[in-house]
T-cell receptor, first 115, second 112 residues
Framework: DAGVIQSPRHEVTEMGQEVTLRCKPISGHDYLFWYRQTMMRGLELLIYFNNNVPIDDSGMPEDRFSAKMPNASFSTLKIQPSEPRDSAVYFC?????????????FGDGTRLSIL | SQKIEQNSEALNIQEGKTATLTCNYTNYSPAYLQWYRQDPGRGPVFLLL?????KEKRKERLKVTFDTTLKQSLFHITASQPADSATYLC???????????FGKGTMLLVSP
């Protein structure tokens, strides 16, 4: 079975540019999570969706960040305009949360560098 | 506010020994706690889940304990191997929200 697929794996862009990160969750999973990982702050939850609906976006750092899930098999995280402090590894994860205690399956992340 | 502490210093052990990693949390009461393994350049991979009414959980060479009084979980790898070298993350559930808060992880280095 295919796992969670993220693209691109690496992104280097200049400050002020728009960045779009993409995620394809595991088929049949109801929940999708976007995380950001840095050395300083560790792995932080940015936003999560249930059945394509955003449930909690309190972790989104600023209005420059937005996320969408137009259908069950695709989600995007957009940063516009990007800033150097947005440099991090961004992970997408999906799970089937019946009972609220199912494991999360992570993609291999997008390493984002903003110059 | 909720806080999760894992030893930030790397744990170096000899092959064949038991590795013990600690996760302490404060200011909340998770219904369950998960442990993940992360290799460089990869996403975290789920290892074990333990619920608040379970004292101990085992899977092959792995063992997790959960002490809700001490607010602590211990993660053990017995008969450790160099292939066990990785960063291990603990992730208690956010009480009532069905989401996880991840610790920063502890790096384990197993030398031959």
């Amino acid at each position: 079975d295919a796992g969670v697929i993220q693209s691109p794996r690496h992104e280097v862009t200049e400050m002020g540019q728009e960045v779009t990160l993409r995620c394809k969750p595991i088929s049949g999973h109801d929940y999708l999570f976007w995380y950001r990982q840095t050395m300083m702050r560790g792995l932080e939850l940015l936003i999560y969706f249930n059945n394509n609906v955003p449930i909690d976006d309190s972790g989104m750092p600023e209005d420059r960040f937005s996320a969408k899930m137009p259908n069950a098999s695709f989600s995007t995280l957009k940063i516009q305009p990007s800033e150097p402090r947005d440099s991090a590894v961004y992970f997408c994860a999906s799970s089937s949360l019946q009972g609220g205690d199912q494991p999360q399956h992570f993609g291999d992340g997008t390493r984002l560098s903003i110059l | 506010s909720q806080k999760i502490e894992q030893n930030s210093e790397a744990l170096n052990i000899q092959e064949g020994k038991t590795a013990t990693l600690t996760c302490n949390y404060t200011n909340y009461s998770p219904a369950y706690l998960q442990w993940y393994r992360q290799d460089p350049g990869r996403g975290p991979v789920f290892l074990l889940l333990i619920r608040e009414n379970e004292k101990e959980k085992r899977k092959e060479r792995l063992k997790v304990t959960f002490d809700t009084t001490l607010k602590q979980s211990l993660f053990h790898i017995t008969a450790s191997q160099p292939a066990d070298s990785a960063t291990y993350l603990c992730a208690p559930e956010n009480s009532g929200y069905s989401t996880l808060t991840f610790g920063k992880g502890t790096m384990l280095l197993v030398s031959p």
